[in-house]
């Protein structure tokens, strides 16, 4: 148990931009520029961000091949009262991006922690799809190799509608997959350049979707949102 005459540090989970840099939030600002530090997925992209905003606190770099190995400092600066805030590249950080293990350990070591309320990709692409939105399956990325096909086949009889996360370039992949397992009829919806200048929605059957992305080069991050099985 944590001493109750130490004063912690609270962690901040804040969502940053998926395009529009409108959707940066003034609370968001307040809180970078009040922490001790700013832990960074890419302290580059972030940079940009904090620079377009004049905001000076520090960035660190905190990813996935870095985030095991520095969880425990992290712990250690919030247990000493500094508090920080974790930023993603674009989007709420956990949601496909690191910050669970940190977000864990905090909750282990009963240490304060707030999400920003924000931008992420999922919603918007889910809430405009045309596809029941009132019960889903958040899947992110699946797995590039190993237990891919099998999870494929148990979302295929998912009743609920499903999302994914996916790349422009294995975006057709995806399609033709969820095509074997589908049918061709189900129907889906890919969102890409969500709240960007050529943000763009396509709708219809799995064979419409990917006639349509053989015809035209896919660019841009993908949602995929997939009707759940009838």
């Known amino acids: 148990m944590n001493s109750s005459n130490r ?22 600002i307040a809180v970078l520029n009040e922490v001790a530090y700013i832990l960074a997925e890419d302290t580059r992209k972030t940079g940009k961000l904090t620079r377009h905003f004049h905001i000076v ?11 095991h190995k520095s969880t425990p400092g992290w712990i250690q600066a919030l247990q000493n ?14 949601i496909s991006d690191p910050a669970f293990l940190l977000v864990r350990a905090c909750v282990e070591a009963e240490i304060p922690v707030v999400c920003l309320p924000g931008p992420t990709a999922f919603v918007p692409a889910l809430v405009t799809s045309g596809i029941p939105c009132d019960r889903f399956v958040f899947e992110g990325f699946l797995p590039h190799k190993k237990g891919r096909q099998k999870r494929l086949s148990l979302l295929a009889d998912e009743q609920r509608t499903v999302v994914f996360y996916e790349s422009p370039h294995r975006i057709i992949k995806l399609l033709q997959e969820l095509q074997t397992h589908c049918g061709s009829h189900r129907w889906v919806a890919c969102s890409r350049e969500i709240s960007k200048l050529h943000e763009q929605t396509v709708r219809g059957t799995i064979t419409d979707v990917l006639d349509h992305f053989n015809r035209h080069e896919p660019k841009g991050e993908f949602v995929v949102v997939l009707a759940g099985k009838e």
């Open 7 to 28: 004063t912690l540090g609270t962690l901040y989970l804040v969502p940053t931009p998926i395009g529009n840099l409108s959707d940066f939030t003034p609370r968001a």
């Open 57 to 67: 606190t520090p960035l660190k770099a905190f990813h996935q091949h870095n985030e």
């Open 81 to 94: 009262g500094q508090s920080l805030a974790v930023c993603s590249d674009a989007g709420t950080p956990g």
